[in-house]
C-alpha cells in the first residue's frame, strides 16, 4: 500500500516515478536471479508483492487521467472547501443569478501539457457543446483567464457532484476553445 501511494504521489515528481522504475527493475532483476539460482528463501514473497504493487500504482496514474477520481474523492473529503466555491466566482447571466468560479487549480500537471481544475458552474453550460454556451457564459468563462485558461487551449469537462466539474485543459484539444 505504501508502493502504491508513492507511486501516485510521483506523478507530481518525475525523479520519483524513474527512481520508482528503477528500484521495480533492480527487483524484478533480484527476483529472476533467486529464481535461477534457487535461492527462494530470500524473502521472495515481499519481491513479488512489491513489484504487483508497483505495477498496480503505475496503472493508476492512467486511472486518474482517464476517470478523475481523486478530485471525486476531495470533494467528498472537503465538502465545505467546495461549498464556499459556490457563493464566490464571476456573476452572470440575464438576472444575475448564475455563478462561474474555479474551486481549485492543479498546475502540477502543466509540465506534460495539461492542466487539472475544479469548477463550480450553476448554469451548467460549462458541459454543453461550444455553439449552445451563451454568450454571458463565454464572457464570464474568459474573465477567468488569470485562474484557468479558457479560451486559449482546449478541455473536457466531467461532471463530479451538484454542479461541479473537472475540467482538463490539453495542449492537444483544440475543439472545446470558446
Not at 70 to 83: D, N, T
Not at 88 to 106: A, M, P, T, W
Not at 109 to 137: C, H, P, Q
Request: charged content about 25%.
Amino acid at each position: 500500500m505504501l508502493a502504491f501511494c508513492i507511486i501516485i504521489s510521483s506523478r507530481y515528481r518525475p525523479i520519483w516515478m524513474v527512481a520508482g522504475i528503477a528500484l521495480a527493475i533492480y527487483v524484478s532483476i533480484r527476483l529472476l536471479i533467486d529464481l535461477w539460482t534457487g535461492k527462494r528463501k530470500d524473502y521472495w514473497r515481499v519481491k513479488v508483492l512489491f513489484l504487483v504493487a508497483s505495477f498496480m500504482g503505475y496503472l493508476a496514474v492512467p486511472m486518474e487521467l482517464a476517470y478523475h477520481w481523486q478530485e471525486a474523492l476531495a470533494v467528498k473529503m472537503y465538502p465545505g472547501k467546495f461549498a464556499s466555491c459556490k457563493t464566490k466566482g464571476v456573476v452572470f447571466g440575464e438576472r444575475g443569478d448564475q455563478i462561474l468560479s474555479v474551486c481549485e487549480v492543479n498546475k502540477r500537471w502543466w509540465r506534460d501539457g495539461r492542466m487539472v481544475a475544479i469548477v463550480y458552474d450553476s448554469s451548467g453550460e460549462i458541459a454543453w457543446r461550444k455553439d449552445r454556451r451563451s454568450l454571458e457564459w463565454k464572457d464570464a468563462a474568459l474573465s477567468l483567464d488569470k485562474v484557468v485558461p479558457f479560451g486559449i487551449i482546449g478541455f473536457t469537462v466531467w461532471r463530479l457532484s451538484n454542479r461541479l466539474y473537472v475540467i482538463d485543459f490539453d495542449d492537444d484539444l483544440a475543439e472545446s476553445v470558446i
